[in-house]
């Protein structure tokens, strides 16, 4: 029905920059709320940024001021820019978004199947 497709994962060095893409497609009316997502290793997955429709974003902590988030409404995308790459920062990267398919329903979440990002010191 609707499938999140992130693209841009690599392996880089600390300090080095990344950009990560996601493209939605499928059963589209509008895409609402986008999102990166992150999860190393043996831990939780956190949320990394967030956009809205009207392009209002958040950051978590430990990313602002070296990742950006955007977005492309014509196109259904969302990237983020990721720079002065830490080690820390490996992980592999989730896109979301809240997608209206229907008029007759409401917003659903969906997933990409992730992108793996590795910063090496």
């Known amino acids: 029905q609707v499938q999140l497709v992130e693209s841009g994962g690599g392996l880089v060095q600390a300090g080095e920059s990344l950009t990560l893409s996601c493209a939605a497609s499928?059963?589209?009316?509008?895409?609402?709320?986008m999102a990166w997502y992150r999860q190393a290793p043996g831990k939780q997955r956190e949320l990394v940024a967030t956009?809205?429709?009207?392009?209002?974003?958040n950051y978590t902590d430990s990313v602002k001021g070296r990742f950006t988030i955007s977005r492309n409404n014509a196109k259904n995308t969302v990237n983020l820019q990721m720079s002065s790459l830490k080690p820390e920062d490996t992980a592999v990267y989730y896109c979301?978004?809240?997608?209206?398919?229907?008029?007759?329903?409401?917003?659903?979440?969906?997933w990409g199947q992730g992108t793996q990002v590795t910063v090496s010191s």
């Open positions: 956009i809205t429709r009207g392009n209002s974003t």
């Open positions: 979301n978004a809240d997608v209206r398919g229907s008029y007759i329903s409401g917003d659903r979440p969906y």
């Open positions: 499928g059963r589209i009316l509008w895409v609402n709320n």
